[in-house]
């Protein structure tokens, strides 16, 4: 049976960091608009940073589509499904918020995910929960986690940032969504690292 929580407690914590990828929902406010859904999963590049905030790392890819719904309205579900041990699924519904590289917030926020920081890194999305839920997740498959892919970081590490910048914006659906909402603010803003 399904719980309601009113803040992300230890446990919850915990299950969470365990959770070798998560899924990120969000659509735009049209009724004709595309409902997107994203799965998430290099290690570290979660993280609670209270009992009713969650992080995670936004890096370069061929679409901005959460970027783009959560400008436009905010709304956005994180999803963990437990592949190992007891059958659960956890969401989380809230409001997003996209930080961008020029945004005040960025070092403070970078420095909280330590080491995950990396080559491509475009936005930090801070989500405020509303709707703490869990349910059985009887139907999720047990399966074997056996290591994260390097792919993604390795291709993103090998431009410069000047040439992730261009990659960005040679992209149809960075800068604009599929609906043609704006996503990432282009020309992308220089890195600025945690020190």
């Known amino acids: 049976?399904?719980?309601?929580?009113?803040?992300?407690?230890?446990?919850?914590?915990?299950?969470?960091?365990?959770?070798?990828?998560?899924?990120?929902?969000?659509?735009?406010?049209?009724?004709?608009?595309?409902?997107?859904?994203?799965?998430?999963?290099?290690?570290?590049?979660?993280?609670?940073?209270?009992?009713?905030?969650?992080?995670?790392?936004?890096?370069?890819?061929?679409?901005?589509?959460?970027?783009?719904?959560?400008?436009?309205?905010?709304?956005?579900?994180?999803?963990?499904?437990?592949?190992?041990?007891?059958?659960?699924?956890?969401?989380?519904?809230?409001?997003?918020?996209?930080?961008f590289r020029d945004d005040p917030r960025w070092s403070t926020l970078l420095a909280r995910f330590g080491a995950a920081d990396g080559a491509g890194l475009r936005a930090i999305v801070v989500v405020r929960a509303e709707r703490i839920s869990d349910s059985c997740g009887f139907a999720v498959p047990l399966l074997d986690y056996q290591s994260d892919r390097d792919l993604h970081a390795e291709h993103l590490g090998r431009k410069s940032d000047a040439e992730f910048a261009e990659y960005c914006a040679n992209k149809p659906y960075n800068g604009t969504s599929i609906d043609g909402l704006p996503a990432l603010p282009l020309p992308l803003p220089p890195r600025n690292r945690v020190p």
């Not at 959770?19 to 609670?48: W, Y």
């Not at 959560?70 to 709304?75: A, L």
């Open 1 to 99: 049976m399904g719980k309601l929580y009113a803040r992300i407690d230890d446990r919850l914590r915990t299950f969470i960091e365990d959770q070798p990828m998560f899924f990120v929902a969000s659509a735009p406010l049209s009724g004709e608009g595309h409902v997107n859904l994203s799965p998430k999963g290099r290690a570290g590049t979660l993280v609670v940073l209270d009992e009713h905030t969650v992080g995670y790392l936004d890096f370069g890819g061929s679409h901005a589509e959460t970027l783009a719904h959560i400008r436009e309205n905010g709304r956005i579900t994180l999803m963990w499904c437990a592949f190992t041990g007891p059958p659960k699924v956890l969401r989380i519904h809230g409001q997003g918020d996209p930080v």
